[in-house]
T-cell receptor
Framework: DSGVTQTPKHLITATGQRVTLRCSPR?????VYWYQQSLDQGLQFLIQ???????AKGNILERFSAQQFPDLHSELNLSSLELGDSALYFC????????????FGPGTRLLVL | AQTVTQSQPEMSVQEAETVTLSCTYD???????LFWYKQPPSRQMILVIR??????QNATENRFSVNFQKAAKSFSLKISDSQLGDAAMYFC????????????FGDGTTLTVKP
């Protein structure tokens, strides 16, 4: 158990819908990262937040957005969902950012029908 | 942009034997971090080992060790005394020292351990 929690574990929804994935980092960690793992594109970095502010951006679609709240939990919002958005979404956290090891949560499995 | 290549989609090893998983990367940076993560069937991503590029000494964690060749941009993982529980997908990852926490992952190597 990494100490990072993600909810829900599984999510099934329809195309065009909007969903919110939630992540709670390890106690004391200030940085949160979001990754997408799909069958055809492997594991891709989406975005990083550090202490409430966006720190780094990867291959995140405009339909996706994220935020980190004052209590340091983070949410990833996915809108206008498409079949291709079906994937495993991981959240990871680290103490601060650049140099620390990232610890991954168990992931949220999203299926878009 | 950095790229990470794992040239072995699948590997197999006999229980108690040793196996080496390959990883190469491409970067113009001199300071960075390299990681191996294990993803068992549960899909949880588990850190196996970490290497800082500025360290010449190869990292070791119990039965897991790396062969880090900075000039060749190679970062292989050696698993000694393989156990059934080592069966998983293994991902090599690169993280820039300058580009915050952005990590680049390879496509993974599926390791099968035969009893």
């Amino acid at each position: 158990d990494s100490g990072v929690t993600q909810t829900p574990k599984h999510l099934i929804t329809a195309t065009g819908q909007r969903v919110t994935l939630r992540c709670s980092p390890r106690s004391g960690d200030l940085s949160v990262y979001w990754y997408q793992q799909s069958l055809d594109q492997g594991l891709q970095f989406l975005i990083q937040y550090y202490n409430g502010e966006e720190r780094a951006k990867g291959n995140i679609l405009e339909r996706f957005s994220a935020q980190q709240f004052p209590d340091l939990h983070s949410e990833l919002n996915l809108s206008s969902l498409e079949l291709g958005d079906s994937a495993l979404y991981f959240c990871a956290s680290s103490l601060q950012g650049d140099q620390e090891t990232q610890y991954f949560g168990p992931g949220t499995r999203l299926l878009v029908l | 942009a950095q790229t990470v290549t794992q040239s072995q989609p699948e590997m197999s090893v006999q229980e108690a034997e040793t196996v080496t998983l390959s990883c190469t990367y491409d970067t113009s940076e001199s300071d960075y971090y390299l990681f191996w993560y294990k993803q068992p069937p549960s899909r949880q991503m588990i850190l196996v080992i970490r290497q800082e590029a500025y360290k010449q000494q190869n990292a070791t964690e119990n039965r897991f060790s790396v062969n880090f060749q900075k000039a060749a941009k190679s970062f292989s993982l050696k698993i000694s005394d393989s156990q059934l529980g080592d069966a998983a997908m293994y991902f090599c990852a690169y993280r820039s020292h300058t580009n915050a926490g952005k990590s680049t992952f390879g496509d993974g190597t599926t390791l099968t351990v035969k009893p």
